[in-house]
């Protein structure tokens, strides 16, 4: 599985984003994908996941703020992002997990300013 993020970028406290990761290749219909970020000197951290049957988890930081959704005949995830905050600046990466193993994405900035 391959997989390619996009939809990252520069914008201020209280705008919106949408990121996007499609996956390619050979995918299983039972999958988990997700996205995870990491902020500078932070760890790597879950931010939602969704599953193929349509569960969504978040964490608390960006329940009520970002949704998850998916396409699945377009193997493709969402998440949208609303009321960005400074702190929500981290490289987002996008994962796909399945019996075949765990897949992750090349990463897109998300930058929030002030």
Request: charge should be positive; charged fraction near 15%.
């Amino acid at each position: 599985v391959q997989l390619q993020a996009s939809g990252g970028g520069l914008v201020q406290a209280g705008d919106s984003l949408r990121l996007s990761c499609a996956a390619s290749g050979r995918i299983f219909s039972i999958n988990v994908m997700g996205w995870y970020r990491q902020a500078p000197g932070k760890q790597q951290e879950l931010v939602a996941v969704i599953t193929s049957a349509g569960s969504a988890k978040y964490v608390d930081a960006v329940k009520g703020r970002f949704t998850i959704s998916r396409d699945n005949a377009k193997n493709t995830v969402y998440l949208q992002m609303n009321s960005l905050k400074p702190e929500d600046t981290a490289v987002y990466y996008c994962n796909h997990n399945s019996v075949a193993g765990s897949m992750w994405g090349q990463g897109t900035l998300v930058t929030v300013s002030s």
